[in-house]
């Protein structure tokens, strides 16, 4: 007997046609051609064959499984269009961007970090952190359903903890494909009063109590929140003037800042937040221990980015903030940001007391060095000016 089949598109369009054949096995597309895609209809010239493409393979149906009943034909057709009109149609892809990998702490610190998820897929990425003992990382969510901005905090908990380098390890999976990045976390001598977190306790406990007694709605959802095992840590290096500490739970963050001067300049300002939930208060308490909470437009005006110092910071209006790496740097360190108009930026670094240390003009690309050479040990501020102002930090081990 001499047949054909024919298969049509979403549009009932005929896009492929096969060749007359006698009684044996097709010879037309056999999976070496272009996919043709996804098609949901298929007709057959006679009863024998029905292929339907789904882009991947191809699926017989022989003239020994089918019945010379039109009905039962009919059906078992609709039944496989209906299967393959099923199947799911997507593509899973994803990349963690890990825009720094070497950092400095000392025991009783640690580093807040930015990287970034590229992803597309149904699939959720979920994130872990290995470490060796001694020394604690925790990612802010660790679970991600889009594209977005992960907080990798790595934190200094044993005081005895030897110099030296340490890997710390990100595995990111969303159960199809599988990154693991490693990360250099150097461990030097520093002042062992970083280790003493009791201040910070202190004032991270009266916050906390407060929300309680204040707001029993609040109380009832996070009744549990004082009760965390918190890990903690100094920011390396250390802000100017305002003493900052960070604690960690899961996906809750609370900064802790204060100011110790004399009274009434003196105040305590603690900062909860869970971006996850969307859950954040920000508590003030003043030189007379008066507690009262920070309205949240006003939290932007308090809060100190503690990532921009090792990572990416935040410059509102502007889709490629400036990036130093390596930071801290021994010899030179590349600061990259967005220039793609090649516009003339001027580079100005400054030192923690303001002082201008260097000051290049000029810089049509998007990439400026920056040489150790002539600079000591230390935190330094830089501006990038041009038709906007980037600000950053950089620390010169």
């Known amino acids: 007997m001499v047949c054909s089949y024919c298969i049509f598109n979403r549009l009932r369009d005929q896009i492929f046609h096969s060749p007359r054949w006698k009684t044996g096995v097709e010879n037309g597309h056999r999976g070496g051609e272009s996919s043709f895609g996804v098609y949901r209809y298929a007709r057959c010239h006679d009863d024998r064959t029905a292929a339907v493409h789904d882009g991947c393979a191809t699926l017989l149906l022989s003239a020994l499984q089918m019945k010379e009943d039109g009905i039962k034909l009919y059906m078992m057709k609709m039944l496989l269009l209906i299967f393959i009109t099923c199947l799911p149609v997507y593509s899973q892809e994803m990349k963690l961007d890990v825009p720094n990998r070497h950092f400095m702490a000392t025991c009783g610190t640690g580093i807040d970090t930015r990287i970034y998820l590229q992803r597309t897929g149904a699939n959720p990425v979920t994130l872990s952190v290995t470490t060796t003992p001694g020394i604690k990382a925790v990612a802010q969510p660790d679970t991600l359903f889009e594209a977005d901005t992960v907080i990798l905090s790595m934190l200094v908990t044993d005081g005895t903890l030897s110099a030296g ?37 202190k004032y991270r406990d009266s916050a906390l109590h407060f929300i309680m007694r204040e707001y029993p709605v609040i109380r009832d959802e996070y009744g549990d929140l004082p009760s965390f095992g918190w890990s903690g840590f100094y920011p390396y290096p250390s802000p100017d003037i305002v003493s900052h500490f960070v604690f960690l739970q899961g996906n809750w963050r609370i900064n802790v800042l204060w100011h110790v001067m004399v009274p009434p300049y003196d105040w305590k300002k603690v900062f909860v937040y869970n971006t996850v939930e969307n859950a954040g208060w920000g508590i003030l308490m003043d030189s007379e221990n008066q507690t009262a909470e920070i309205p949240p437009e006003r939290h932007y005006y308090f809060y100190q980015d503690t990532a921009v110092v090792t990572g990416i910071g935040e410059v509102p209006g502007r889709d490629l903030p400036p990036v130093a790496c390596p930071n801290p740097f021994t010899t030179q360190t590349v600061i990259s940001f967005g220039n793609a108009e090649r516009e003339p930026f001027t580079f100005r670094l400054f030192d923690m007391n303001g002082r201008l240390i260097r000051q290049v003009k000029g810089i049509r690309d998007s990439r400026f060095i920056l040489h150790r050479e002539g600079l000591k040990p230390g935190v330094y501020y830089f501006h990038l000016a041009g038709s906007t102002l980037l600000k950053g930090i950089i620390v010169a081990s």
Do not use: F
């Not at 970083?194 to 910070?200: E, R, S, V």
């Open 165 to 201: 380098n340490y890997p710390v390890y990100i595995i990111s999976t969303d159960q199809i494909h599988l990154q693991v990045d490693t990360l250099d976390l150097e461990v030097v001598w520093g002042n062992p009063a970083y280790t003493d977190h009791t201040l910070a306790e």
